[in-house]
């Protein structure tokens, strides 16, 4: 599924961070992203394989810093290998409560909780208060971060 064309707001915000229409941080960054993460998750004993949204994400907002326009400490961080001891085992219950495969793009730089994308596109975050849904896609979690949108809890979208 494509995103959604971002908006002005989110565009420019994007721009500011260093993203522009058409960034590819090509294949050898985007495997090496991918392989780090699924090799960590083997050996937490929760393999994950990743995704096409997810795939598509990184490749298109890799290693960007994308900073929260009123939060100095908040970014999303768009490194999908950040993450904790035990984050796999979390993950894959997220993912089964949701009926969709997950993987990890980046993490909230602020309290470091993990941005998922799932099959579908839509976004979420592990955090260690639980888990939320960000967006319908990726310029919907972008609003919603930096407009301070709602996040509802991740098992009101629970199959």
Do not use: C
């Amino acid at each position: 599924m494509a995103p959604t064309v971002p908006s002005p707001q989110v565009s420019d915000w994007l721009a500011q961070h260093g993203w522009f229409p058409g960034r590819d941080i090509g294949d050898e960054e985007v495997d090496d992203f991918i392989s780090v993460r699924v090799r960590d998750a083997t050996e937490q004993g929760f393999p994950m394989e990743p995704v096409d949204a997810a795939v598509r994400v990184i490749r298109t907002y890799g290693g960007l810093k994308l900073a929260h326009p009123r939060a100095s400490d908040s970014a999303f961080e768009m490194d999908p290998t950040g993450g904790y001891d035990g984050d796999a085992r979390e993950i894959a219950e997220m993912s089964t409560g949701l009926g969709e495969k997950l993987f990890p793009v980046g993490f909230e730089s602020s309290e470091f909780g993990i941005l998922l994308v799932g099959e579908t596109a839509r976004w979420f975050l592990l955090h260690h208060t639980g888990g939320y849904f960000l967006g319908q896609d990726e310029q919907d979690a972008f609003t919603r971060f930096i407009t301070n949108g709602d996040t509802p809890d991740v098992e009101d979208y629970f199959v």
